[in-house]
C-alpha cells in the first residue's frame, strides 16, 4: 500500500509500527480495561455518582465552601439533575451530607458534607493515594510520572472534545 493509499484508507502506521488504527484500538482496550476495572470489589456502579460527589464535597469543604448547589454537582459529574439528587438522597441516608438552604439564594439548597462525610471521605482518600502509591512503586518513578502526566494530558482532550461538543452527531442513532 502506498502512502496516498495509507493517508486515504485512515491508516497511517507502518506493518507492525502500532500506530493510526491499530494504536487508537489498543488505546481504547487500554481505557476500556481501566474503566471496566471496579476499583472497590463488590462496589455497586450505580453508587458511582455517591462516591465522586463525596470526593467533589471534600475539596469543597477543604477550601473553605460553603457546600454546593445541586447543579453545580451536576456540572461538576458530568450528569443529570435526577442523578444527583438520587446519590445525594442516598449519601444523606447514610448521615454523610446535609442539606441547607443557600444564604445568597432562597430558591437553592446547597449541599454538603457532615462530619462523618468528612471523615468517610478522607478515609477513602488515604486508601487511594495508598493504592496509588503501590502503583508508582511497581512502576518506577520514571514511568509513574509519565503514566501521571499523559493520563492529565489524556482528560484534558477529551475535556476539550466535550467542551466543543465534537462527535453527538456521529451518536445521534445509536
Known amino acids: ?17 502500532g500506530g493510526g488504527r491499530e494504536l487508537a484500538a489498543s488505546l481504547l482496550a487500554a ?6 476495572r471496579r476499583w472497590r470489589p463488590g462496589a455497586n456502579p450505580a453508587r458511582q455518582a455517591e462516591h465522586r460527589g463525596l470526593w467533589i464535597l471534600l475539596e469543597d469543604a477543604e477550601l473553605g465552601g460553603n457546600g454546593l448547589r445541586v447543579v453545580d454537582l451536576c456540572e461538576r459529574l458530568g450528569v443529570k439533575p435526577p442523578t444527583v ?48 502509591e503501590g502503583l508508582a512503586e511497581r512502576l518506577g518513578l520514571e514511568d509513574a510520572r509519565t503514566l501521571a502526566s499523559l493520563l492529565q494530558r489524556s482528560a484534558g482532550y477529551f475535556s476539550e472534545l466535550h467542551a466543543r461538543g465534537c462527535g453527538k452527531e456521529n451518536h445521534a442513532s445509536c
Open 1 to 17: 500500500m502506498g502512502s496516498n493509499e495509507r493517508a486515504e484508507s485512515g491508516h497511517t502506521g507502518g506493518e507492525g509500527s
Open 85 to 132: 439528587t438520587r446519590a445525594v438522597d442516598a449519601l444523606e441516608r447514610r448521615g454523610l451530607v446535609s442539606r441547607a438552604g443557600d444564604a445568597a439564594d432562597r430558591r437553592s439548597i446547597r449541599v454538603r458534607l457532615s462530619q462523618a462525610g468528612l471523615e468517610c471521605a478522607r478515609s477513602a482518600r488515604e486508601r487511594a493515594l495508598d493504592q496509588m
Open 31 to 36: 481505557f476500556g480495561a481501566l474503566m471496566a
